[in-house]
């Protein structure tokens, strides 16, 4: 894959809804830009880390084992409920950001299936004898890394600027909005995990 259509295509899929995109919107509009930009730090280290491991290391014994990508993807819709659980009885606000922090975003985006598809079906595995060798997938992860840094940074100004009203004025009405969503995904990944999707 040419590194222009690999752009396209990764800036679709993490434009995209899912898990680590809904809790930046959240952040964005119960404390802010300002406040929220260290979950874009949060997100890329948590991208980095599953992209890396796969690439580097994973990918080869990965290929024929079906079993431990659903028992990722398994993981993933867990992790989500909790999420969406906390979400809804503790809705982020500008003085706490309950399960909106850095260290949640990292967990999600670690667990987040886009990471899979990615690390797995789009930037080249690093072996020797393969084209390009160990250094195959170098410019892919610094591209990659730019697209997350900017699409960080829409989810965030749009929850700011779009979603602030509500989440300031009725934050328990928004905490369960943005858990319902969750409880969307976690449900699609499950059902994927298990064909029924």
Known sequence: MSLPAFALAVLLLLLTP??????????????????????????????LTTIST??????????????????????????????AIRLWSHPPTAADPGAVNPLGVFATTVLNPKGLIIG???IPPAMAGSPGGLAAPLPFLGVFSILVVFVALA?????????RRVAVARPMLFGRIAASFLVLFAASLAG??????
């Open 18 to 47: 899912g898990p680590t995109n809904t809790l930046l919107a959240v952040a964005g509009a119960a404390r802010g830009l300002k406040a929220s930009l260290p979950l874009v730090g949060a997100e890329l280290a948590g991208y």
């Open 54 to 83: 796969l690439v580097f290391v994973a990918a080869p014994v990965l290929a024929g084992q079906p079993t431990a990508a659903l028992v990722v993807k398994l993981a993933s819709t867990v992790w989500v409920l909790l999420l």
């Open 120 to 122: 797995l079906a789009l």
């Open 155 to 163: 989810w965030l100004i749009f929850g700011a600027a779009v979603l």
């Open 192 to 197: 994927r995990a298990i064909g029924w999707i």
